[in-house]
């Protein structure tokens, strides 16, 4: 069964540069989540879209944002990279409840 | 105070034991799931839970929604399991997913 893909699963950026993450969620799913994980730490949300509008927002910097596109797959784009985004960055999408994880983007700023 | 609390943080267990993490939450919620994380990131959904109890395979999950308080249970553990095991619910008031800290089982051949 077709899971949820993320893009690229290994990125690594000098400081204030841009990156760019793709969520590919699990076909006919409406609602895609973004979390970042820092080292040691529990992830946290960041941003959620449904039927391509936001539909949530958490701790998500003002350098970051993210769209969901008429195929459903979400893009998080991160702008003026610091040290401290590095981080495993996971989407997630759901139709109704239940949801479903990428295996992460893990970004690395050096 | 976290919202989503889990214990013990980390578990060592000899091959073959029966496990049990938990998790106690403090928020409304209208489902709680149990995901399994290994090394390297991925994350695995190992249960969605509204009511009662569920199981598949060795695992074994239970949820009191009058206690605000789930278990998830190992049984005949295999170092394999070995992994992080994280409790995250989703509030009733949204649909984000609030995190536990999770918990570090190390599984001993």
């Known amino acids: 069964a077709a899971g949820v893909i993320q893009s690229p699963r290994h990125l690594i950026k000098e400081k204030r540069e841009t990156a760019t993450l793709k969520c590919y969620p699990i076909?006919?799913?409406?609602?895609v989540y973004w979390y970042q994980q820092g080292p040691g730490q529990d992830p946290q949300f960041l941003i959620s879209?449904?039927?391509?509008?936001?539909?949530d927002k958490g701790s998500i910097p003002d350098r970051f944002s993210a769209q969901q596109f008429s195929d459903y797959h979400s893009e998080l784009n991160m702008s003026s990279l610091e040290l401290g985004d590095s981080a495993l960055y996971f989407c997630?999408?759901?139709?109704?409840?239940?949801?479903?994880f990428g295996q992460g983007t893990r970004l690395t700023v050096v | 105070k976290n919202e989503v609390e889990q214990s013990p943080q980390n578990l060592t267990a000899q091959e073959g034991e029966f496990i049990t993490i938990n998790c106690s939450y403090s928020?409304?919620?209208?489902?709680l799931h149990w995901l399994q994380q290994h090394p390297g990131g991925g994350i695995v959904s190992l249960f969605m839970?509204?009511?009662g109890k569920k199981k598949h395979g060795r695992l074994i999950a239970t949820i009191n929604i009058q206690e605000k308080h789930s278990s998830l249970h190992i049984t005949a553990s295999h170092p394999r399991d070995s992994a992080v095991y994280i409790c995250?619910?989703?509030?009733?008031?949204?649909?984000?997913?609030?995190f536990g800290e999770g918990t570090q089982l190390t599984v001993n051949p």
């Open positions: 928020v409304g919620i209208s489902a």
């Open positions: 076909p006919r799913h409406d609602t």
């Open positions: 879209f449904y039927e391509k509008m936001q539909s």
């Open positions: 997630a999408s759901s139709l109704y409840t239940e949801a479903f």
């Open positions: 995250a619910v989703q509030e009733t008031s949204g649909s984000r997913l609030t």
């Open positions: 839970l509204s009511s």
